[in-house]
């Protein structure tokens, strides 16, 4: 479960089941996927996530069906079947996060459309489309740029020794028409919702006034893999640089070859024509932030394409050695990012109760969701709203509460005149208390909210009273003046003189066995996580009675710190291991202030 990006997208869809309008009412993606989820969820009566996933899974269906289409269009029918089943693993393999599953359908819905398209380029094919491109626009207006290129791309080399369909003049109207058909659900939503049409430029504004479609991380080149680590990890991490590699790679090749079939009057297979159109603008996507997210959300085009190929290949053998190098190097690629590989590897997950369904989740969520329930049991109790900044959108979504701001992810920084209209709407709201998630991303100090949102931060310091978390000092607790629940003391702070005295014992008795990785090149992060983090882990013994404790690189603590019986893990922000030196790793326990030295990593020259 994630609080971040999933709680994203779960608070959008329960403010929709309200009443709300995305874009105008609270900050979001295109509109689309949330009426998509909105509606099936209405129907269920179900607002918890477990019926946002199960949205979720409905449109991967669809997605993987439509996927499976375009590769079935011209393979051999000999070993068909099993092969379309080593797709279907492969592609589902890669169908990660969930809550961004509109972005994955979109990218296969273009492949399909194209694919379409360049079997038939009649003029019913043209208009379809374009309705195509249309609706991945409505699903997010990045989809509806990188199928407008590829289509456009797509009908000057249909037109190349054209011998049938419509002309290029109108081939292109029939497109316009069928994207203007396509886009029509944005556009009623844009004539007829008043202040949409307000919100949904401003955010485009926005976006070019940032001159960036995301937050840019390193490419996780395959010889900037971390090899001192697991051998499995080792695999997952070359595979992965190697996907960023193939994924445009690809894209030039096939589209070098498909251009030479056309200029020479030989056939090709749609589905890989189609692809090699659609890679190099989905390569755009992954690159715009170098995780496996993003990856994933370009990957489809390239897989496709090399699926539709490879099965129309003569011979069986020839086939099935294809299909089964696509299905195991996506599987050693992304099965550890599936959520329930890590909780089956790691054995750190626990079972914990989500808007009245069972969920396991992580150690370090089962702990925030437990903090957020109790401040909120404390500070705004019946109902009354919170601040959650910038990066707990599904804080709201857990407690089924509007967020005051209309800002809900709060990384970028925003001109004075923004923030002094989201100070007015929390003076209005009148929250019982903000929670402000001290954190630099990506290692970016200009990210940490007292720097993006000076003034909104310099309110809650001026108007509210500061309560000390030290089970998370990275989580600043503003309270309002006045309110009732600052007469008692908050249960997270209640420790007793015999519980500290346990701390401490527990702290004393702990041992470390082993720890890693303990050195990088500088630039290199070690251990890579999915969302670019460096990973630190640290065997233990005998820590039962540790209580909560946090991890530091020359004090500075881990962006995130897990613990379990058996270990210790960290995530730090990459750009703490830029330059060469050495730093001292150590282990802070929260409510004593003990300090445990673990070891020095270093990190040496390029």
């Known amino acids: ?68 289409a375009a590769i079935a269009h011209s393979a051999r029918r000999e070993g068909q079947l099993a092969c379309l089943v080593a797709a279907s693993v492969t592609l589902s393999a890669w169908m990660i996060p969930h809550f961004k599953m509109a972005d994955l359908a979109a990218s296969i819905l273009l492949v399909g459309a194209l694919t379409m398209l360049i079997a038939a380029p009649v003029a019913r094919c043209y208009l379809v489309t374009g309705i195509c491109v249309g609706f991945a626009a409505c699903l997010g207006r990045n989809h509806g740029i990188y199928g407008l290129a590829a289509t456009c791309a797509a009908i000057l080399w249909l037109n190349m020794n054209r011998v049938e369909g419509p002309s290029l003049v109108r081939a292109a109207l029939l497109l316009a028409a069928g994207v203007v058909i396509g886009f029509l659900p944005a556009i009623v939503m844009l004539l007829l919702i008043p202040g949409f049409a307000i919100g949904f430029w401003d955010t485009i504004r926005f976006q070019f006034s940032y001159k960036a479609t995301n937050i840019g991380l390193p490419v996780p080149w395959p010889w900037r893999a971390d090899f001192s680590g697991p051998a499995d990890v080792i695999v997952r991490d070359v595979m992965l640089g190697l996907f960023f590699i193939a994924a445009p790679l690809f894209g030039v090749l096939a589209l070098a070859r498909v251009i030479w079939h056309r200029w020479h009057r030989r056939a090709v297979v749609p589905a890989f024509a189609a692809s090699a159109f659609l890679a190099l603008p989905y390569s755009h996507y992954a690159f715009s932030r170098a995780d496996f997210y993003h990856l994933a959300f370009g990957i489809f085009p390239m897989l496709i394409g090399c699926f539709a190929l490879a099965l129309t290949r003569p011979g069986l053998a020839t086939r099935r050695g294809a299909t089964a190098v696509l299905l195991l190097a996506s599987v050693s690629t992304m099965y550890s990012f599936h959520a329930g590989w890590q909780c089956r590897l790691q054995g750190q997950c626990t079972s914990v109760e989500v808007s009245g369904s069972r969920m396991r989740v992580d150690l370090t969520t089962a702990k925030e969701l437990a903090m957020i329930e109790r401040i909120a049991r404390q500070y705004a109790p019946d109902g009354r709203n919170f601040v959650a900044a910038p990066l707990w959108p599904g804080a709201y979504a857990l407690l089924e509460r509007k967020s005051p701001t209309w800002e809900i992810y709060g990384l970028f920084q925003r001109p004075p005149a923004f923030e002094e209209a989201e100070i007015a709407r929390i003076k209005a709201a009148a929250p019982g208390f903000a929670l402000v998630y001290d954190l630099a991303l990506d290692g970016d100090e200009r990210l940490r909210f007292k720097i993006s949102h000076p003034l909104t931060y310099r ?33 997270f702070l209640e420790k007793s003189a015999e519980e500290l005295a346990k701390l401490a014992a527990g ?100």
């Open 1 to 68: 479960m994630n609080l971040w990006d999933e709680g994203f997208f779960w608070y959008g869809v329960q403010r929709i089941l309200h009443g709300e309008v995305p874009l105008r009412d609270f900050q979001a993606y295109d509109p689309l996927r949330y009426y998509w989820s909105a509606a099936l969820m209405a129907v269920s009566g179900q607002t918890g996530m477990i019926a946002l996933r199960a949205t979720n899974a409905a449109l991967q269906v669809l997605a993987l069906l439509c996927g499976l």
């Open 459 to 491: 309110y809650f310091v001026d108007n509210f009273e500061r309560v000390p978390n030290p089970s998370r000092p990275n989580l600043e607790l503003f309270v309002s003046r006045g309110n009732p629940g600052l007469a008692t003391k908050p249960e």
């Open 507 to 606: 702290a004393a008795k702990m041992r470390i066995l082993n720890w890693g990785p303990r050195s990088t090149p500088a630039g290199t992060v070690p251990n890579a996580q999915p969302d670019g983090a460096a990973g630190i882990w640290v065997q233990v013994a005998d820590a039962e009675d540790i209580g909560d404790v946090r991890m530091t690189l020359d004090g500075k603590p881990a962006s995130s710190t897990g613990v379990s019986p058996a270990a210790i893990t960290a995530a730090f922000a990459p750009a703490l291991f830029g330059a060469e030196g050495t730093h001292e790793i150590a282990i802070e326990q929260l409510f004593t202030g003990a300090v445990i030295k673990v070891g020095s990593f270093s990190v040496a020259p390029k």
